[in-house]
């Protein structure tokens, strides 16, 4: 079973950065394709970003292009999200999840991290 592991989260300011980091307890990310997802209180959990195993395909999800970014650094076994402009509505847990294929669908990764939380003051 793979384990992944987040951290990165905290409390930061509307208009501040965060870089969120998820370390997988094996070779995860040159095997898999790597997602991150989020949940507000009160919300479902929804796609944020994704990267392909290769790092040639990635998505985001609307209301964070041009703010955040996905990548991955297969030697150390670590995907990251850096997080810039965030903004209140970011607030949420932010999860990583590994699967075998790069998709904005939840139900296609069957590894998920324990969440880390990220929270915007206005």
């Known amino acids: 079973q793979v384990q992944l592991v987040e951290s990165g989260g905290g409390l930061v300011q509307a208009g501040g950065s965060l870089r969120l980091s998820c370390a997988a307890s094996e070779r995860t990310t040159s095997t898999f394709a790597m997602g991150w997802f989020r949940q507000a209180p009160g919300k479902e959990r929804e796609f944020v970003a994704a990267?392909?195993?290769?790092?040639?395909?990635?998505y985001y999800t609307d209301s964070v292009k041009g703010r955040f970014t996905i990548s991955r650094d297969n030697a150390k076994n670590t995907v990251y999200l850096q997080m810039n402009s965030l903004k209140p509505e970011d607030t949420a847990a932010y999860y990583c999840?590994?699967?075998?294929?790069?998709?904005?669908?939840?139900?296609?990764?069957?590894?998920w991290g324990q969440g880390t939380q990220v929270t915007v003051s206005s």
């Open positions: 990267i392909s195993r290769s790092g040639s395909q990635i």
């Open positions: 999840a590994a699967g075998t294929v790069v998709t904005v669908r939840e139900t296609e990764y069957r590894n």
